[in-house]
Each structure stands twice: as C-alpha cells, then as structure tokens.
C-alpha cells in the first residue's frame, strides 16, 4: 500500500508555479492576482480562505482579499463581483462557499466573468470540461487527477466508481474520468444516495472515488484488493481529547481499508492540499495558458 501524499504532490506544483512566477518577473510580463470574497465570519471560511491567500504569498502571486459583512444583500455582492470582473489587473475571482441563505449561490457563481472562474463553478466553465474544452476545472477533481499523474496510476480501461453527485466534485470527477485523456479512459459508474447496493459497485471498483460527506462510510467490506481510494470527504468529529475539540475524518475508515489498498489518500493531507493547489494551477492558467485560448 502507497500512500498518495497530498501535501508532497502540492508542494511539488507550488515549487513549479513559483519558478514559473519568478520566469514571468524577468520577462515583465503579468503576476497572476487572485481575488477572493469572504461573507461573513464562518469559521471554517476564514481558515480555508486565510489558506489560500498563504498559498498565493508562496508561489509569488499577487492577492485581494473582500471582506464582506454577512448582511449584505445579494444585488451588492453582484456589485462586487462586477468591479473585479471589470479589474483587468484581477486575473481570478472566487467566492468563498457557503453563503448566507439569503443569498442563491447559482446567482453569485453566474455573475462571475467566467474567464476569471477559477473555481471552475460557472456553467459555462462547465460546460466547456464536459466538451473537452479549454477551461478552469473545478479545484478538487483537477487536483485529483493532477495526483494521478503524479503517481503515475494507470487508469486506462479501469473500472472507476465516483460516490457523490455534486458539481463541485462528484460530477466533474465523473467526466474527467471517462474522458479520452491520459488520466483518463475509465469505464465510469456515478453513485449517490438513491444507488441500490451502492457497496456491490464499490467492491467491483479499480478506482475508487469517496465524496459523498459521511464519515467512514467506506469499510474494508466494501474495497477490492488493491483498489485505488481517493477519500474526498473531511468532518469535523467531536474529539475532547483533541486541543481544538474534534479531529478530522474522510469518507473511508482509513485503518481497517487501507491494507487492502494499492494506493490511498489520507485524511487529512490527501485531497484537500491538492485542491488548493490546483486552484493555484487555475489562477496561473487564468494569466497565461487559458487567456490565449479563450480570448
């Protein structure tokens, strides 16, 4: 059993977009500047955006951080998005999830210019990843398959099972699996809440993706020998033996699956430093790679 070492695979793509940043100073050509949105004081939303204005210190890219009062109306945000859309020094806008519920997230994700969309949530962004178009794909599928190719796994002609049917990662995932590409060419099943016998597809799986939100679903009974396991899933478990109070879990009960395993993500440091760098990915595409083709 390998583990897949999210925080190894992330620094290693951190390390090339630094370089790349440092090439585009010399040149006097544009630092990529990401401009993020916090609404509110959510807890876990200040963590995870405080993450990735690290992230972009890291690598060298400029960086905006908006901080909006939870109160705000749903017609200003859209105000905001649009001064950052019309910003041609701002190359990437995200807004951080969840949003108040006064707030429809499908309206704040539409408003946003989508070649600025490095969250890769705009339907036309979207729709361009299922048309094998240039586009943003959304962080944390692009960052799974930016894990695959690192560890050299082989997925052509294998069985893959994507638990979850979100857009933010289920859905994609399932696409980027199937497409004609060299991390690609699996035979795809997408399960959900409503799959029968969900653990007779899990058992049959070469490639197993968990991201359906429920802590250690995924038992030992449920694995094939030698499987690939991507855990996608992290919750916050009350732990008082713990100094923040809780400890995290993914989707797979880690010790008793991961014998079985022939490569495996842990919880944490798996996916979720992949997303980040892969969201880092999108925001040097967004300066350089992308602009040329979607201009």
């Known amino acids: 059993m390998q583990i897949l070492d999210g925080k190894l695979v992330s ?30 004081s959510n807890g876990a939303s200040e963590t995870y955006v405080a993450g990735k204005i690290k992230d972009c210190e890291e690598v060298g890219f400029n960086s905006t951080l908006l901080r909006l009062d939870e109160s705000v109306s749903e017609k200003s945000l859209i ?18 999830l969840p949003l108040p519920v006064h707030i429809k997230e499908e309206h704040i994700i539409s408003s946003i210019d989508p070649g600025k969309d490095v969250d890769g949530f705009h339907p036309v962004s979207m729709g361009k990843m299922v048309n094998g178009l240039p586009t943003f794909i959304p ?7 930016l894990m695959l190719e690192h560890y050299k796994i082989e997925t052509s002609g294998k069985y893959a099972v994507v638990i979850g049917r979100s857009h933010i990662v289920g859905t994609p995932m ?18 959900h809440s409503k799959t029968h016998d969900l653990a007779s597809f899990c058992r049959q799986a070469d490639i197993l993706v968990a991201a359906l939100g429920k802590p250690e679903f995924i038992t030992a009974d449920m694995v094939k020998e030698g499987a690939v396991v991507i855990d996608v899933g992290i919750t916050r478990i009350p732990d008082n033996t713990k ?39 999108n925001t040097f595409n967004a300066t ?8």
Do not use: W
């Not at 859309?85 to 701002?90: F, I, M, T």
């Open 79 to 96: 105000e905001h998005i649009g001064f950052l859309n019309d910003d041609p020094d701002v190359d990437g806008i995200l807004v951080q």
């Open 139 to 145: 962080a944390t599928p692009y960052g799974i398959m």
């Open 243 to 281: 100094k923040s109070g809780y400890r995290l879990s993914g989707d797979v009960k880690y010790d008793e699956v991961a014998p079985k395993c022939s490569f495996i993500t842990p919880v944490p440091g798996g996916v979720g430093p992949m997303t980040r760098a892969a969201l880092l990915k």
């Open 174 to 191: 399932s696409i980027l699996l199937s497409r004609n590409t060299p991390y690609g060419n699996c035979t795809v099943t997408q399960c």
């Open 11 to 40: 620094k290693s793509v951190k390390n090339y977009l630094a370089q790349s940043v440092t090439i585009q100073k010399e040149k006097g050509k544009k630092i990529p500047h990401l401009a993020a949105i916090l609404v509110g």
């Open 288 to 295: 350089v790679a992308l602009k040329a083709v979607m201009n």
